[in-house]
T-cell receptor, first 114, second 110 residues
Framework: NAGVTQTPKFQVLKTGQSMTLQCAQD?????MSWYRQDPGMGLRLIHY???????DQGEVPNGYNVSRSTTEDFPLRLLSAAPSQTSVYFC?????????????FGPGTRLLVL | GQQVMQIPQYQHVQEGEDFTTYCNSS?????IQWYKQRPGGHPVFLIQ?????EVKKQKRLTFQFGEAKKNSSLHITATQTTDVGTYFC??????????FGKGTKLSVKP
């Protein structure tokens, strides 16, 4: 199994540009989520999904959209990038979203918005 | 909303010294998980504690869950340079989402 994969690894955007961060998992996990990590701020939840067709907002959802058309994929869209969205983005998954399940993280996407 | 506080934010130790990071929640937790993130890497699951007062060990790492299930600690005995990284605790929020502490960044001087 490849686990959780993310593309791209690095991205530079100009303010106002849009882009999609890709996330895929091959473990048949129902629950997937997106976090952003900023220095001194830990990991903050952006959006999550408990299964195909179901998404919900996390702690910091503004400026981001998600969709979940398949179990495997959970892309994160930045509609109009802003410098405040410069961050490291991690996608994660776990089997069913149960409270006692291990969460598996992807390698991350480092995004710089100029 | 639910918060998970973690201290200290940074810890610098000499190799061979011990290290402890503490995690406190504003509410009772059903369980707590600990993750380690190496520099430039992604968080990797270390362990989960579920029972009140639970203590688990992994080699030089000792994890504790408080009696009230509102606090937890990670203790590393005789640190090594391979222990360098950021350690996060995470508790389950009301909707089952993981709420992460801000992490403790450990540096180890050889």
């Amino acid at each position: 199994n490849a686990g959780v994969t993310q593309t791209p690894k690095f991205q530079v955007l100009k303010t106002g540009q849009s882009m999609t961060l890709q996330c895929a998992q091959d473990m048949n996990h129902e629950y997937m989520s997106w976090y952003r990590q900023d220095p001194g701020m830990g990991l903050r939840l952006i959006h999550y999904s408990v299964g195909a067709g179901i998404t919900d907002q996390g702690e910091v959802p503004n400026g981001y959209n998600v969709s979940r058309s398949t179990t495997e994929d959970f892309p994160l869209r930045l509609l109009s990038a802003a410098p405040s969205q410069t961050s490291v983005y991690f996608c994660a998954s776990r089997p069913t979203g149960g409270r006692q399940e291990t969460q598996y993280f992807g390698p991350g996407t480092r995004l710089l918005v100029l | 909303g639910q918060q998970v506080m973690q201290i200290p934010q940074y810890q610098h130790v000499q190799e061979g010294e011990d290290f402890t990071t503490y995690c406190n929640s504003s509410t009772t937790l059903s369980n707590i998980q600990w993750y380690k993130q190496r520099p430039g890497g992604h968080p990797v699951f270390l362990i989960q504690l579920v029972k009140s007062g639970e203590v688990k060990k992994q080699k030089r790492l000792t994890f504790q869950f408080g009696e009230a299930k509102k606090n937890s600690s990670l203790h590393i005995t005789a640190t090594q340079t391979t222990d360098v990284g950021t350690y996060f605790c995470a508790g389950s929020g009301s909707q089952g989402n993981l709420i992460f502490g801000k992490g403790t960044k450990l540096s180890v001087k050889p």
